[in-house]
């Protein structure tokens, strides 16, 4: 705003004073506050007083004795303190110029602190220029006290008597509340910077890895309170040493570095408190404006963190629970009770039974009943492996360490398993060198990748399984016996469906219920008949032979079978595909026929009507693409030969 003439800006206040109504005579503020209010008033002022206090004081040094007062305000005109000559402060005192009086225009008329708020400009206002009378004997100059937002907070004034008027001293008082400003925009600048440093220490802590800063000499500058967690240092003992004594491997990354380059996720072992363990390493070099290396920011990241994380992702997680285990056979509730007491064990599990009794589902339930349901459940199938590749899968490789091996190495599933559950299910199919390997890891608890010297420690509970009987591979020599004993230790053997025949109604109908879901077709009302002839049926199969069998059913929307006890099946109605019969359905009636090859011949049929497309097939048949796929696997069908 363009200064006005001082004679002009008198004018105006003294024309807002009419229209105010103020007395000529008044010798009182409207407004004084005074206990609680007054209290409050200066407590919410406090930062505005302490940072003025220091030149009010020292603008007081420089007219002491000469009959002046300062004083400072608030951006209402409320007086917040005042300081000046004992003669001089005694008569204002008198004229109730004291902390809590509002020395606003409304409240007191024309004077330099209430005019210099309305006008927003530096003022001086001497004798006739109050408009009250009484105060015609001083004069005053103030200047308003800004933020950094240019927002008027305060001002600050200088009084005396009339006949002591300068021009200079209003130049005093503007140089007083600018040093002010000042103060306040550097403790607000400084505010900004704490408070950006805490954010940006909040969110350095956030992140979940271990982050620090080092010289090129590979001195600590700082840390964030993950390093001390993943170092097991105190976070003063770390910055008393050197980067390259925490981690293997300090003349690479100051190399790459120096190159103006970084480690990216790189696997480092590092020199913990307790013992070696592999952190994945990251590295951002810092470099000045001549391009010269400053320091470098290091990021190490827990690779067990990062692991759990992609199980979760990639599903390497247990699913199963005892409490999804149907059953109520006695004999099998006894197995479940027992699989439950030793789920937190840390001796060798081995399950024992037939294809298809649940082997891995109980291997995932006891899993989620121990301690480690947190942490990973890595299944693997030793016999759906080439016996070459075994090695590299259960203890991962480096780079270069056979042909086709990835660049950058890839971990085993000990690795991925570590502080979890790895369940090696057909164990009697690994090799005899495997086995030998799998014995001492599970006795030193250390592994090492195929084409590397490194070892490391991993915390992994095996729950092994197999349908074949160990004892007798032992004696033809195909698994070791030490490894057998070591594995034994807690045996768990899981019965025949065959064996707990009273759970078929109520398998019958959990399968029937969610495949008709899934499926999205109705569930098909068996009769008693119907359910007797199931519960009579041998099912060599066992469970996953009934779960199949329950989704042919419900895609058929029919039972066309009966089965003896000899576990044999006759075919006795119309084909359920198709409202008349095919011929080769035709054929097949009065001869005996297995429920295996019955679903066999249905899937084949449907294959060769859609030229071996599994999509469409799938579709017609009403179940997935993967579970077409195993049982295209299972009945060993060859789909080559029907496409065009």
């Known amino acids: 705003m363009k200064e006005l003439p001082k004679k002009l800006f008198v004018q105006h206040s003294h024309q807002r004073c009419d229209q105010m109504g103020i007395e000529r005579s008044q010798v009182y503020s409207k407004l004084i506050l005074t ?143 600018n040093a002010i400003e000042h103060i306040l ?128 992702i990639m599903g390497r997680k247990a699913v199963y629970t005892f409490d999804k285990i149907i059953g109520k056979n006695e004999h099998f509730c006894k197995v479940i009770e027992f699989a439950k007491k030793i789920a937190d064990s840390r001796s060798g599990i081995l399950i024992l039974g037939e294809s298809g009794t649940g082997k891995e589902l109980f291997a995932q339930a006891i899993h989620n009943h121990s301690d480690r349901r947190e942490e990973p459940f890595v299944a693997l199938n030793c016999g759906a492996i080439p016996k070459t590749l075994i090695e590299a899968e259960l203890f991962g490789y480096e780079e270069g360490a056979f042909t086709g091996a990835k660049a950058s190495g890839n971990p085993g599933k000990f690795e991925i398993a570590d502080g979890g559950t790895l369940f090696l299910d057909e164990i009697g199919e690994m090799p005899l060198d495997m086995q030998t390997r799998l014995l001492r890891i599970i006795e030193e608890g250390t592994v090492s990748r195929v084409g590397s010297t490194k070892e490391f420690v991993v915390d992994v509970r095996i729950i092994a399984a197999s349908n074949k009987d160990l004892r007798e591979e032992v004696e033809k020599g195909n698994f070791r016996k030490d490894l057998y004993y070591r594995l034994n230790v807690l045996p768990l053997i899981l019965p025949r469906l065959s064996q707990r025949k009273d759970d078929i109604p109520i398998l019958i109908d959990y399968f029937m219920n969610r495949i008709s ?61 198709e409202s008349q019969p095919a011929s080769w359905e035709r054929e097949s009636e009065d001869q005996d026929i297995t429920l295996g090859e019955l679903e066999r011949q249905y899937i084949l049929r449907t294959l060769t009507k859609y030229h071996g497309n599994i999509s469409f097939s799938a579709k017609a048949l009403g179940i997935s693409r993967n579970t077409l796929y195993r049982s295209i696997e299972a009945h060993s069908i060859d789909c080559s030969k029907m496409k065009h």
């Open 185 to 312: 925009q550097v403790k607000d600048y400084n505010e900004e910077l704490s408070l950006a440093k805490h954010y940006n220490d909040t969110i350095i802590d956030s992140i979940s890895a271990g982050i620090l800063t080092a010289d090129v000499c590979g001195t600590i500058k700082t840390v964030n309170h993950h390093i001390p967690e993943l170092f097991g240092y105190s976070a003063a003992e770390i910055r008393g040493m050197k980067a390259w004594q925490l981690f293997d491997g300090w003349e690479p990354v100051l190399a790459s570095a120096a190159a103006n380059q970084g480690y990216v996720e790189e696997e480092v072992f590092v020199n913990s408190r307790k013992n070696k363990r592999q952190l994945i390493l990251s590295t951002y070099p810092i470099v000045d404006s001549s391009n010269t290396l400053r320091d470098i920011i290091f990021v190490f990241k827990d690779v067990k963190k990062i692991r759990k994380l992609a199980n979760r």
């Open 517 to 577: 879901k899934k499926l999205n077709k109705k569930p098909y009302p068996l009769t008693a008949e119907q359910m007797e002839l199931l519960m009579n049926y041998e099912w060599p199969g066992n469970i996953r032979e009934l779960e199949n069998f329950v989704e042919l059913i419900i895609n058929a929307e029919s039972l066309p079978i009966e089965m003896p006890k000899e576990g044999k099946q006759i075919v006795h109605s119309l084909n359920p595909w």
């Open 35 to 177: 206990g609680d209010e007054l209290f409050n008033r200066l407590a919410e002022k406090r930062e505005l007083i302490e940072n003025a206090e220091p030149f009010i004081n020292q603008l007081y040094r420089f007219v002491k004795g000469a009959d002046f007062f300062a004083l400072l305000t608030d951006e209402d005109g409320c007086i917040l303190t005042i300081i000046g000559d004992e003669n001089i402060l005694k008569e204002a005192f008198s004229y109730k110029m004291i902390p809590g009086a509002f020395m606003d225009e409304p409240n007191i008329g024309t004077n330099a602190m209430g005019t210099a708020i309305v006008e927003k400009m530096p003022v001086q206002i001497s004798g006739e220029e109050h408009y009250i009378e009484s105060y015609h004997k001083w004069t005053c100059s103030a200047a308003p006290i800004r933020d950094s937002n240019g927002k008027i907070i305060g001002t600050m004034d200088l009084t005396g008597y009339s006949k002591n008027v300068h021009p200079h001293t209003l130049g005093m008082v503007v140089a007083a509340a």
